[in-house]
């Protein structure tokens, strides 16, 4: 019978997306792992891949549409001996999705008007679930005389397809395909209304912006933060004449080769050696228990327009400061053209976010959950400083504030870890011993 293809959950934060092209049309041909469709998600554009073959029956949900709910469906793909006359009311429960058929869970499948043979209803487990299927994965199933309880699926929300019951062999006891954990919700709205508000600016001239996915995820997430993840702040200035000298004679010697470090670079490297010196450090809240990390995975805040993403840099430790810029440029600007997967921007247990090119001076930062601390950086200032021999000089000064979730680090752990950064930043040659 007929298949739908549901609108995918591309990220954990995803409710909705825009379908922004569709790279097939009706009659096309596809197998699995074909490229369908673009999906902008919440956080970036995506490409949508076939877990099926067949061919593109009919598209139910045309390119450029947005607020388009995941699961629900965006087009149809039809079997071998099927047409578009099958298809019929694509407005009935899809078979791709928990979510979508437990709306009618008890109701029974149609049979298929021009296949050769029946599907065979959808099996149920011995726990009593539903099992997720395509068509053909059950024909395929019933030939070969296998369990599809016995089958773990590897379609959307574990859905079982056909290559799955082509790999399985009678009496093989893998384990059943887990449900798919539904989108996070945003939290509950608190405070007056949207209505509310507005009518308090009613007369006034105003232009009302619509909030896209990105906005109302920061939006979601940050709440959640400042309301569940007890901060607190430590605050240090940090002399950067040392380390600006330093880039100065490092960008000279490699000019030649392209590659010019940043400021930003050099503090990424600092916070990465600090997590390895202070391991107890480098540890996120998961909610009943604490995981210590032992690679240093250090999330750097991007601003995009309309929002920001944070793009990790994994195994920073292990990376030479050129190997770190070039990479950070990289992320930042496939953030900016929300060309980031799923994987490049999840994780990692601490961040930095650095205002100081936009003349910031100091200020503190929301932590991202569930990592433990986010340093917030400002621009270095020329300033009168006390010298070691006591006398009054004037030093590039640059002050950060490091957020820390007391769930996970204490005040002394938070402070040994910020002092770790600054010996890295004021002795910057102690980076590359």
């Given at each position: 019978m007929p298949t739908e293809i549901l609108m995918p959950a591309l990220s954990p934060t995803m409710e909705e997306g825009t379908l922004a092209k569709w790279l097939v049309k009706e009659g096309d041909t596809v197998s699995s792992g074909d490229l369908l469709a673009e999906i902008e998600t919440d956080k970036a554009t995506m490409e949508f891949e076939a877990v099926d073959e067949g061919t593109v029956g009919k598209i139910l949900v045309e390119e450029g549409s947005e607020g388009v709910k995941v699961n629900t469906p965006i087009a149809v793909l039809l079997e071998d001996g099927e047409s578009a006359d099958d298809i019929g009311d694509t407005s009935a429960p899809s078979t791709q999705a928990p979510e979508a058929a437990s709306a009618d869970a008890?109701?029974?499948e149609a049979a298929p008007a021009a296949a050769e043979k029946p599907a065979p209803a959808a099996p149920k487990a011995a726990s009593g679930d539903r099992i997720f299927a395509s068509p053909l994965a059950r024909r395929i199933a019933a030939d070969k005389g296998l369990d599809l309880g016995q089958i773990k699926g590897s379609g959307p929300?574990?859905?079982i397809v056909k290559a799955d019951v082509e790999n399985a062999t009678p009496g093989s006891k893998s384990a059943p395909a887990e449900k798919s954990a539904a989108p996070a919700a945003a939290p509950a709205?608190?405070?007056?209304?949207?209505?509310?508000?507005?009518?308090?600016?009613?007369g006034r001239d105003y232009e009302e912006v619509k909030l896209d996915g990105m906005r109302k995820t920061i939006a979601a997430r940050l709440t959640e933060a400042k309301q569940t993840v007890p901060h607190f702040y430590l605050r240090r200035d940090i002399k950067l004449d040392a380390l600006l000298k330093f880039r100065s004679q490092l960008n000279k010697q490699l000019e030649a080769r392209g590659v010019k470090l940043s400021v930003n670079d050099f503090i990424i490297k600092a916070c990465a050696l600090a997590l390895q010196a202070v391991p107890d450090a480098n540890a996120v809240w998961a909610g009943d228990k604490v995981l210590k990390l032992k690679p240093s995975?250090?999330?750097v805040a991007v601003a995009i327009e309309g929002g920001l993403f944070t793009p990790v840099l994994k195994d920073a430790e292990m990376k030479s400061l050129s190997a770190l810029s070039a990479e950070m440029k990289d992320l930042a600007a496939r953030a900016r053209d929300r060309k980031l997967a799923p994987e490049?921007?999840?994780?990692?247990?601490f961040a930095i976010s650095n205002l100081g090119m936009f003349g910031i001076d100091n200020f503190d930062a929301v932590i991202n959950p569930p990592h433990g601390a986010i340093l917030a950086v400002g621009g270095g200032k020329k300033k009168p400083v006390v010298g070691d021999d006591g006398e009054l000089t004037v030093a590039t000064v640059m002050s950060v504030t490091l957020s820390v979730d007391h769930r996970v680090i204490d005040g002394a752990l938070g402070a040994e870890l910020l002092e770790q950064i600054l010996q890295n930043l004021e002795n910057p040659m102690v980076m590359l011993a």
């Open positions: 008890g109701a029974e929300h574990g859905r709205p608190f405070g007056p209304s949207g209505d509310a508000i507005s009518a308090m600016y009613q995975d250090v999330a490049e921007y999840q994780g990692g247990s």
